[in-house]
T-cell receptor
Framework: DAKTTQPNSMESNEEEPVHLPCNHSTISGTDYIHWYRQLPSQGPEYVIHGLTSNVNNRMASLAIAEDRKSSTLILHRATLRDAAVYYCILSADYGGSQGNLIFGKGTKLSVKP | DAGVTQSPTHLIKTRGQQVTLRCSPISGHKSVSWYQQVLGQGPQFIFQYYEKEERGRGNFPDRFSARQFPNYSSELNVNALLLGDSALYLC?????????????FGDGTRLSIL
């Protein structure tokens, strides 16, 4: 079962920042927070991941709440190519998941020109 | 560098048949995972392999099996196909099979069962 909660859909305007929220109130201390996105007719694409500290890469930033019960994926300037389903996933090296990804329904992001 | 490659890209089978799907991981990646994505849903984990050993299995029937070869490529086999097996089958690779490692996905094999 997915252990994260995301809005079903969000809209953004092109060239504006986008903040995609994710709640994971049952997160444990060793759960990593991963974000993937999936464009139509493609496999999921890795975006970013983190454990406790905020993370930045060329695609996005990940802001993790101090209590780790929520996180936010930040796209600094949305483009039309960012329109996709965004998945927030917890992954751990214990229990049944053993580092695998348990996908939920994700957030469908639409970007308006 | 080449990404994860899967073959074939599309496949049509009939009920009761058997199918083999293939996956080549990114060069240097030693772990391969398989996922099934039914239309309108997120991918569901089927198997994970590392160094030719099965490291994890999702909630799928025994009709599903897989293996990993010495060159780290992998095959997913599905026997006695059912209509409900129609889906996009995704392969993902990572350097190591740990939660802190990102997984890189191929674009999948679209399997249609008639």
């Amino acid at each position: 079962d997915a252990k994260t909660t995301q809005p079903n859909s969000m809209e953004s305007n092109e060239e504006e920042p986008v903040h995609l929220p994710c709640n994971h109130s049952t997160i444990s201390g060793t759960d990593y927070i991963h974000w993937y996105r999936q464009l139509p007719s493609q496999g999921p694409e890795y975006v970013i991941h983190g454990l406790t500290s905020n993370v930045n890469n060329r695609m996005a930033s990940l802001a993790i709440a101090e209590d780790r019960k929520s996180s936010t994926l930040i796209l600094h300037r949305a483009t039309l190519r960012d329109a996709a389903v965004y998945y927030c996933i917890l992954s751990a090296d214990y229990g049944g998941s053993q580092g695998n990804l348990i996908f939920g329904k994700g957030t469908k992001l639409s970007v308006k020109p | 560098d080449a990404g994860v490659t899967q073959s074939p890209t599309h496949l049509i089978k009939t009920r009761g048949q058997q199918v083999t799907l293939r996956c080549s991981p990114i060069s240097g990646h030693k772990s391969v995972s398989w996922y099934q994505q039914v239309l309108g849903q997120g991918p569901q984990f089927i198997f994970q392999y590392y160094e030719k050993e099965e490291r994890g299995r999702g909630n799928f029937p025994d009709r599903f099996s897989a293996r990993q070869f010495p060159n780290y490529s992998s095959e997913l086999n599905v026997n006695a196909l059912l209509l409900g097996d129609s889906a996009l089958y995704l392969c993902a690779s990572s350097y190591l099979p740990w939660a802190g490692q990102p997984q890189h996905f191929g674009d999948g094999t679209r399997l249609s069962i008639l």
